[in-house]
């Protein structure tokens, strides 16, 4: 006899969803002449899944102080950043100081 059970599973959309929380660590200040570490490991809130996607924004934090070669490290910065792969965030990221 092949016997089949009915399972009811019930999906409450009011329910309270756990958001993940993306924490990125580094140093306060970048120095030219140094690699800069940045760390994502201590993210919280994935319930044990795996990142799908990472997005990057580099930006000044004074625009008026722009010229030719911040611009240029800021591209190659978000350069680097952007062919990042997501497994890269499960140890830290160490960006060349050449970039910066």
């Given at each position: ?71 240029a490290s800021v591209a190659g910065l978000e350069s680097f950043l952007s062919v990042l792969d997501v497994q890269d965030l499960q140890q830290p990221i160490i960006i060349p100081s050449t970039l910066?």
């Amino acid at each position: 006899t092949n016997v089949t059970g009915a399972v009811t599973i019930t999906l409450d959309p009011n329910a309270d969803v756990v958001t993940a929380v993306p924490v990125l660590t580094g140093p306060q200040t970048a120095f030219k002449c140094r690699n800069l570490t940045l760390d994502a490991s201590q993210s919280y809130n994935s319930g044990g899944r795996p990142w799908t996607t990472v997005g990057w924004l580099v930006s000044l934090v004074n625009p008026e102080q722009s010229t030719p070669e911040i611009d240029a490290s800021v591209a190659g910065l978000e350069s680097f950043l952007s062919v990042l792969d997501v497994q890269d965030l499960q140890q830290p990221i160490i960006i060349p100081s050449t970039l910066l």
